[in-house]
């Protein structure tokens, strides 16, 4: 048996205005996901934390994942992901069911195997669930029949994963469940991915779940992108400005901008339609004391990502505005085989 798992995720900056090449500084969070896989007659699937299952065979999985890329196609090409979200909402195991056939396709698996699926990483919390297990898959089944794939391969396999899911996601939140760390990302040919040294900073974030959204992350990236395009624009580029001014305080240890420019990004991202009063309520709060506070990934509900240089007094105001401040390891190791 071979066991593979990967870390969730948590936008510093950039989230949304990353799928338009704007980029983003992105870092892996201690929560992982993990893919057990063995040999068997059968490809039996087990999520053990939703407690589901399922049994298919080769050809099923072989036609689902033709299926996903002619729809995926034809979603692209009226520029309406809505009919392949449908699809994976409807299907059961949808997602999972897509990640598997994907992969097979990919590494032209015929042999048949179980998984087991466990994940410390909550569904639709902004987390990067989905990205985590498009990494895990893969490794798990390139280790399982010996493909000997490289990082690079793994993540570019993800991509494919995550474009099922999400449509035209950046690739960022697979390439941060790959690599782990602290990631400057920018879309492109190729992406630009750079790894970031950024240990001094973080100490004092601490993350605050505001529940499960309502939306999924690629229809909260098609809300966004059915916006009036001078009116989203705009905001696009000053989130981008931003990234690039995190970046050099990041750099520099200007803790006191870093503060203002997640506020001020997480005021931008409210005004492009991703927050909730939820996150709201929060921000206001923290910034009221000083600190910074700002939704992380597509945003609608989920995980914040909050920061002040008193860690206790953030911890207390938190919990006393009636949510959990969640202090997790940040920056660590990315996919990697279990011993």
Excluded at 128 to 147: C, D, I, M, Q, T
Excluded at 285 to 293: D, L, T, Y
Aim: charged share 25%.
């Amino acid at each position: 048996m071979i066991t593979s798992s990967t870390p969730g995720k948590t936008h510093l900056i950039g989230e949304h205005a990353v799928v338009y090449g704007e980029p983003a500084i992105i870092i892996s969070v201690g929560k992982r996901a993990y893919i057990s896989a063995e040999k068997s007659e059968s490809v039996k699937i087990y999520a053990q934390d939703i407690n589901q299952s399922g049994e298919f065979s080769i050809s099923e999985l072989k036609e689902f994942a033709e299926k996903l890329q002619q729809l995926w196609d034809n979603c692209f090409e009226t520029k309406d992901f809505a009919p392949l979200y449908s699809l994976l909402k409807n299907e059961h195991l949808g997602h999972i069911k897509a990640m598997i056939a994907k992969t097979m396709a990919e590494l032209d698996i015929n042999t048949p195997f179980r998984l087991k699926i466990y994940s410390e990483i909550p569904i639709g919390s902004g987390l990067g669930s989905s990205a985590a297990l498009s990494v895990a898959v893969p490794k798990a089944l390139s280790e399982l029949f010996r493909k000997n794939l490289t990082l690079e391969e793994i993540n570019q396999i993800a991509y494919k994963i995550e474009s099922l899911a999400h449509g035209t996601p950046s690739g960022g939140d697979n390439s941060i469940c790959c690599y782990g760390g602290a990631l400057w990302f920018k879309k492109g040919t190729p992406n630009v991915i750079e790894p970031l040294h950024l240990d001094f900073t973080m100490k004092n974030f601490v993350l605050v779940f505001t529940g499960i959204p309502k939306l999924t992350t690629g229809e909260l990236v098609s809300n966004v992108r059915s916006l009036d395009p001078e009116y989203r624009d705009m905001r696009i580029k000053q989130l981008g400005a931003y990234t690039y001014e995190m970046r050099d305080c990041l750099t520099e240890q200007n803790f006191t901008r870093i503060k203002e420019l997640m506020n001020l990004a997480q005021e931008l991202l409210a005004e492009l339609g991703v927050s909730i009063e939820a996150i709201d309520e929060i921000h206001n709060a923290v910034k009221s004391i000083g600190g910074g506070a700002k939704l992380s990934g597509a945003g609608g509900g989920g995980y914040m990502v909050c920061y002040h240089e008193d860690l206790q007094l953030l911890k207390k105001f938190i919990k006393e505005l009636g949510y959990v401040p969640e202090q997790v390891e940040l920056g660590v190791e990315g996919v990697r085989v279990e011993k």
